[in-house]
T-cell receptor, first 112, second 115 residues
């Protein structure tokens, strides 16, 4: 089945540790996105990529990093510089233009 | 400035009744798209319906319809014949060409359907 796979579903981070969230899509979409959602809130854009080997900062990029070496994959690293990383992280992808973004099932990140 | 405003934090609706979720937006772009997503308690985001700024007809998808009033910059979602499975958080979002096709989301409205 075509779709977006995020892993792991739950992730725990120790102080000073970097962690990487995986996002893979087999929809042949050009654009991929990472969002952060805090409890009871809307989604805020962290990073996005419109094409392989290129990505741009979103509204809350500080403390995060990404790479886009393959069309299918857009991993997000939460670095130790992100002091409040506890949140729900959603990855999405889309064809370019006014096409809806399709989302993965999300990763819940907590601090140990 | 807030691009998407959803003024209803939470709503209750009786099963089989219709419910309208409000969404207003702010843009100076002539070409944009409006989206509604549903987020159940499990967390996944489900695309429901899309309205383009140049579409003359209101979008409909099954029990979902979008009441698009361009002059008022309003894109309300109407869910008809509510079902218990409609209980979820609903987000309005806008995509603007001038904003590099990024989506801006509202804060969401929680809908609880009562039996």
């Amino acid at each position: 089945d075509g779709g977006i796979t995020q892993s792991p579903k739950y992730l725990f981070r120790k102080e000073g540790q970097n962690v990487t969230l995986s996002c893979e899509q087999n929809l042949n979409h050009d654009a991929m996105y990472w969002y952060r959602q805090d409890p009871g809130q809307g989604l805020r854009l962290i990073y996005y990529s419109q094409i392989v080997n290129d990505f741009q900062k979103g509204d809350i990029a500080e403390g995060y990093s990404v790479s886009r070496e393959k069309k299918e994959s857009f991993p997000l690293t939460v670095t130790s510089a992100q002091k409040n990383p506890t949140a729900f992280y959603l990855c999405a992808s889309a064809h370019r233009g006014n096409q809806p973004q399709h989302f993965g099932d999300g990763t819940r990140l907590s601090i140990l | 400035a807030q691009k998407i405003t959803q003024t209803q934090p939470g709503m209750f609706v009786q099963e089989k009744e219709a419910v309208t979720l409000d969404c207003t937006y702010d843009t100076s772009d002539q070409s944009y798209g409006l989206f509604w997503y549903k987020q159940p308690s499990s967390g996944e985001m489900i695309f429901l319906i899309y309205q383009g700024s140049y579409d003359e007809q209101n979008a409909t998808e099954g029990r979902y319809s979008l009441n698009f009033q361009k002059a008022r910059k309003s894109a309300n979602l109407v869910i008809s014949a509510s079902q218990l499975g409609d209980s979820a958080m609903y987000f309005c979002a806008m995509r603007e060409i001038v904003n590099d096709y990024k989506l801006s989301f509202g804060a969401g409205t929680t809908v609880t359907v009562r039996a």
